[in-house]
């Protein structure tokens, strides 16, 4: 599904990502690991396509094709949904109305029906009773005003309505207690776990994989992937830290 | 900025230019013209006034405004760049040549219908106007260049004993009405454009509302101006009487011309004991091209008295076009606990220029009033909201309350606010609060990755910013701005 090829990248005219290569297919779910200032948000907004970021060599393919040379809205409507670190306020903005509105700019960039107003409301309140969330929260205005963890669910809502094939997900457990980890983990299971889905997990700790277990850990130090493994090496990481692993 | 962002603005600035070489309601349609000579002179008002069939007292009125006007001097205290207007090298009066008097909608001139057409007028009237069965009644004065051609539901008006007429017709036929009311809220020498305005206005609308009447429907007015080189002069006289309530809508676009046209309007609401008059404008005339090139003037003078008892006006305008728009919707709050309202939201891009706000003149003890101005500048534009609040001596227990938004688009742009608090009576309560913000790089990326184009994601966040003003619009309304909103900044972020 996606093919990140020798990517390097820099910000600020400072090289942060210095060749990374990954292969993701359809079903499976890959998680970076890496201490603070790898690159890892870096990563995930250079693939996103986030201005300020810019791309100095090697390529990324989406289903073969050229992920970089695309706009970020027009990634979104090819299947790719960034969680985001921080999730960004927009005041007097509901998050019905700019879901909806996302939503089925997506569908017509694909050359989709748009959904009524009772139809994504229907699939509005599905979402939001999966990752226990009030509709009245859905009515507020985006994120204005949510804790750090209804932010992170508020992502997970999102994600759950635009439906994407291809997840990045950026520290998605960070600023989450134990409770709210194990719902938005479940969360991301019960959305992206299938055969035709594709998840790449960025995050600091194990954590967040005790409930999303992934098929391939890689770990990230100064803009290169150092090791990748399975599911064990997370562990190992937790256990011996970055620095041993890494070195 | 990295060379991606320089090849984004880039490909914006190119997207941009061929937008505004192609605006969306920039077309003119071909219709005879019958002309007054041109340029301002005695004549002049004698011909409008004869074409109109008044009666002498007008005439008389008319020219003692003109001689006023000769005494007069353009204002130069808004925060404007005005290019000199030469007042002589313009029509004064056209009108769609009349075949006769229409009775029904079937009678106007096609041409004219598809203008309407073309301007999209809202769905909700379109259905009114083919005449669908059940659609929601909206009454529809319409003004197309300078003469009202058809007006609907003049009938049920009339069972309720409303008074919607176009205000050449209302001088002939309720002479006593407009002329107690008429130049009472905004005497002939207010200011300089009004007074050309009380001289040359060639048509407008009047409403009376009697008492305790609530009106049947939405009143709505769409003005155009059509003909080259020809100023338009429109004057509005709405009168609620005692415990009576209106809601009236106006909303304009202009077809692109290259010569700027003058627009001096002027509105008077007179609202009695226990009345309610709502006014809604959504302003969309042509802003000009990128270089400021071709727009429309807007000078216009909108006040209300307020000159009842519990009597209440509100002000909510959404003001997207124009190169030049000087706009106060102001409340003398003489009755006593009257109430004033002002909801604005101004778009300014490229090289418009807007100096708008109101006045709220506190006269009646416990009157209330409450500002809320959204301004968004965008472009090399500026956008300076200008408002007075006062409060007089014998005035007890004023409340208000103003707030003050600022949103800037890219950093050429300007964004003003000018408040003016004069308060003469201690037990007054006057609150101001003020902000100004930028739409963030954070906020435009983050809607964009969930799959708005830039522009979408432009539009949203300026109406989630405007939101508490576009909300006191009538439903048939509220849409159309929002989409106002969205197209006058396209092209804006880079």
């Known amino acids: 599904m996606l093919k990140i090829d020798n990517l390097h990248a820099i910000v600020d005219g400072k090289p942060i990502l210095k060749g990374i290569s990954l292969t993701l297919n359809p079903g499976e779910i890959h998680a970076v690991m890496g201490p603070n200032g790898s690159g890892k948000s870096t990563l995930s907004y250079v693939l996103a396509g986030r201005p300020g970021y810019e791309v100095t060599e090697g390529t990324v393919a989406l289903d073969g094709e050229d992920l970089l040379a695309l706009e970020p809205h027009e990634r979104a409507a090819k299947g790719m949904f960034l969680g985001f670190q921080y999730p960004v306020e927009i005041p007097g903005v509901s998050n019905v109305q700019f879901l909806r509105t996302a939503l089925n700019a997506q569908r017509r960039a694909r050359g989709e029906v748009e959904l009524s107003a009772g139809d994504f409301l229907r699939l509005a309140r599905e979402q939001a009773d999966a990752l226990g969330i009030d509709m009245e929260m859905m009515k507020r205005a985006v994120n204005v005003g949510f804790s750090g963890g209804e932010k992170k669910r508020n992502e997970m809502v999102q994600l759950g309505i635009i439906d994407p094939r291809l997840a990045i997900l950026d520290e998605t457990d960070s600023g989450l207690d134990i409770d709210a980890l194990r719902i938005v983990g479940q969360g991301i299971n019960r959305i992206m776990r299938k055969p035709d889905k594709t998840v790449l997990l960025i995050t600091h700790y194990q954590r967040l994989l005790d409930t999303v277990e992934p098929d391939f850990v890689h770990v990230l130090a100064d803009g290169r992937i150092v090791r990748s493994g399975g599911s064990e090496l997370a562990l190992e990481l937790e256990r011996e830290g970055y620095g041993a692993v890494a070195a | ?494």
């Not at chain 2, 101006?225 to 338009?232: K, L």
């Not at chain 2, 309530?245 to 011309?257: I, K």
């Not at chain 2, 003003?416 to 007054?428: D, F, G, K």
């Open chain 2, 1 to 494: 900025m990295t060379p991606d962002d320089a090849s984004i603005r880039n490909r914006d600035a190119q997207e941009a230019a061929d937008r505004s070489a192609n605006y969306e309601w920039g077309f003119s349609s071909d219709i005879e013209q019958e002309f007054a000579p041109k340029g301002l002179n005695e004549d002049t008002v004698r011909f409008i006034s004869a074409k109109k069939n008044e009666p002498e007292w007008m005439l008389e009125w008319r020219l003692k405004a003109y001689r006023a006007w000769l005494t007069m001097e353009e204002v130069s205290w808004a925060k404007l760049d005005i290019p000199t207007i030469d007042f002589q090298d313009a029509y004064y009066y056209a009108e769609p040549k009349a075949k006769e008097k229409l009775g029904s909608l079937d009678e106007v001139d096609p041409e004219i219908l598809r203008v309407y057409e073309k301007l999209g007028i809202p769905i909700e009237e379109q259905k009114v106007l083919a005449g669908v069965e059940g659609a929601r009644k909206v009454a529809v004065d319409a003004v197309f260049d300078s003469v009202s051609v058809a007006t609907t539901f003049r009938e049920e008006l009339k069972k309720a004993g409303v008074i919607f007429l176009s205000i050449s017709e209302a001088i002939r036929e309720h002479p006593d009405l407009v002329r107690k009311y008429l130049g009472s809220v905004v005497p002939q020498r207010d200011n300089y454009f009004a007074c050309l305005n009380s001289a040359v206005f060639s048509d407008g609308t009047f409403v009376y509302v009697p008492e305790g009447v609530r009106c049947p429907m939405e009143l709505s007015t769409y003005f155009r101006i059509n003909a080259e080189n020809t100023g338009q002069f429109e004057r509005t006289l709405i009168v609620a009487d005692t415990g009576s309530y209106v809601s009236y809508l106006e909303g304009c676009t202009a077809p692109m011309r290259d010569e700027n046209q003058l627009h001096a309007a002027v509105v008077e609401l007179v609202a009695l004991d226990d009345a309610e008059i709502k006014y809604s404008t959504v302003q969309n005339w042509y802003p000009g091209d990128a270089e400021g090139k071709g727009g429309i003037y807007n000078f216009v003078t909108k006040r209300a008295m307020c000159a009842g008892a519990r009597s209440k006006v509100s002000w909510t305008q959404v003001e997207t076009g124009s190169a030049i728009t000087w706009k106060y919707p102001s409340c003398i709050l003489k009755g006593e606990s009257s109430v004033g309202e002002f909801y604005s939201v101004a778009v300014t891009n490229n090289r418009q220029q807007a100096d708008t706000g109101t006045k709220m003149i506190h006269i009646g003890a416990n009157s209330r009033s409450t500002i809320v101005s959204k301004g968004i500048s965008a472009g090399k534009s500026n956008n300076t909201y200008r408002g007075l609040v006062r409060v007089n001596g014998a005035a007890e227990n004023v409340r208000n309350f103003t707030q003050c938004d600022s949103l800037l688009l890219g950093s050429d742009c300007g964004a003003h606010t000018v408040p003016y608090i004069e308060v003469r009576n201690p037990s007054a309560q006057i609150e101001h609060e003020a902000t100004t913000s930028k739409i963030s790089d954070d906020q435009l990326f983050y809607a964009m990755s969930r799959g708005l184009s830039q522009e979408d994601a432009v539009a949203l966040i300026v109406n989630g910013f405007a939101r508490e003003v576009l909300k006191q619009l009538p439903m048939e309304f509220a849409v159309e701005a929002q989409k106002l909103l969205g197209i006058s900044l396209e092209g804006s972020v880079g």
